[in-house]
């Protein structure tokens, strides 16, 4: 029902206050990070990336409370679920996609993400799986600390829920 829509004239047009032109869209990576930097964890700081852990991983970088998609340690774009990792992409193993495919092979049979988690206390299979996501996700955001020299990072997304299982 969007197709074709102008959506910016629309939403302005709801809230008589705002221009057209102040209307802007981002990712929802991006759009995480930027309520963080102006209301959460990352008020204040100077380098920030963000992380969204779900369906997929979405990212976002920001300097001086900008989202910045260049420069000196951003990947291109600032994406980084296409980024090369061991013989695939990122976000072949940091999403439910790559949960579920690591419990499968580990126990066999395929569960969703949230019940992965729920019986990760039980099930040992599940806690290797939450255990080898954390490492993963360690390892990629070491890459990231490296090369951006961020100040915080902020994690955010569905999985995010199970961080004890993994952090």
Do not use: C
């Amino acid at each position: 029902q969007l197709y074709g829509v102008d959506f910016r004239a629309a939403l302005a047009g709801h809230f008589p206050e705002v221009q057209r032109e102040a209307v802007r869209f981002v990712n929802d990576a991006a759009a995480a990070l930027l309520g963080e930097i102006h209301t959460g964890a990352a008020r204040g700081k100077q380098r920030v990336i963000g992380l969204t852990l779900g369906t997929g991983i979405g990212a976002a970088f920001a300097v001086s409370g900008r989202i910045v998609t260049s420069g000196p340690g951003v990947p291109p774009g600032g994406y980084i679920y296409n980024l090369p990792w061991k013989g695939g992409i990122v976000e072949d193993v940091l999403s439910s996609r790559g949960i579920r495919k690591e419990y499968v092979r580990l126990a066999g049979v395929d569960r969703d993400v949230r019940e992965i988690g729920q019986r990760a206390p039980s099930d040992p299979e599940a806690k290797e799986v939450m255990a080898w996501f954390g490492q993963t996700l360690g390892e990629v955001v070491g890459s990231l600390v490296d090369s951006f020299h961020p100040e915080v990072i902020v994690l955010g997304g569905a999985i995010t829920r199970s961080h004890s299982l993994f952090l």
